[in-house]
Every structure is written in structure tokens, then in C-alpha cells.
């Protein structure tokens, strides 16, 4: 596996452990729909949150939540949808990012639940 495959891997770890950490119940990592991937949906009361995990080992060219597009917010939105139809919930849905990068020898975790009204 290549290297920023396996640091993708390692931050979606360090992200399931954070949002446990925080009272989020992990429902399904890496949820496909046609063409989108959900990192992680959670769920903490009645609110879904569906979590874009960003990992990068140094951020010369930006932060990591830097890093997710209007098209990836589209995909994500069409997505989640499915999930939520699929399940028939009744649940508030939030979208949120964990930027996860190196500083130093550790990582530093951002969460920014909502993340979207950010863009």
C-alpha cells in the first residue's frame, strides 16, 4: 500500500478513536454510493454526522480540511441522502471535516462539525 494510503488509513483510525472519545456512536466507515465514499457516519442523540477525514503529514500547502471541494460536498450530500432514505432515519444530518496533521512526531485533530458552512 502507498504511503498516503496508509496515512489515510491511519488518520480515519485516529478519527473513529476521537469521535468515540467525544460520545459519536460510529455507524459505517468508508460507506460507498455510486461515486462517493462517507469516511465515517456517526451518531451522537438524534444528530448524523457524516465525517470527510482529511490526514496530511505536513501542511506546506494547507490546512487538510483545505482540502475538500464543491464537488466532494455534492457527492457527500447525494450520499447521505441514500443512506438516510435506505435506513428510513429520522435524524438531523450535519456535515462535518477531522482535519488530522503532523506536527512534529504527533498528529493534531481538528474537528469542525458543520463543516460546510465554513465554504
Do not use: C
Not at 478513536?17 to 457516519?41: M, P, S
Not at 465525517?51 to 494547507?62: D, L
Not at 435524524?91 to 512534529?104: A, L, N, P, S
Amino acid at each position: 500500500m502507498a504511503s498516503h494510503n496508509e496515512l489515510g488509513k491511519l488518520g480515519e483510525q485516529m478519527a473513529i478513536a476521537f469521535l468515540r472519545e467525544n460520545g459519536y456512536d460510529i455507524l459505517e466507515t468508508n460507506w460507498v454510493f455510486e461515486k462517493a465514499e462517507i469516511d465515517i457516519i456517526a451518531r451522537r442523540g438524534n444528530v448524523l454526522s457524516v465525517v470527510e477525514v482529511k490526514t496530511r503529514s505536513e501542511i506546506g500547502f494547507g490546512l487538510p480540511q483545505d482540502f475538500v471541494d464543491r464537488k466532494k460536498i455534492r457527492l457527500l450530500v447525494k450520499a447521505v441522502n441514500a443512506f438516510v432514505l435506505s435506513r428510513d432515519l429520522d435524524v438531523d444530518v450535519r456535515f462535518d471535516i477531522v482535519g488530522i496533521h503532523k506536527v512534529d512526531s504527533k498528529f493534531r485533530i481538528t474537528h469542525l462539525p458543520d463543516a460546510f458552512f465554513y465554504f
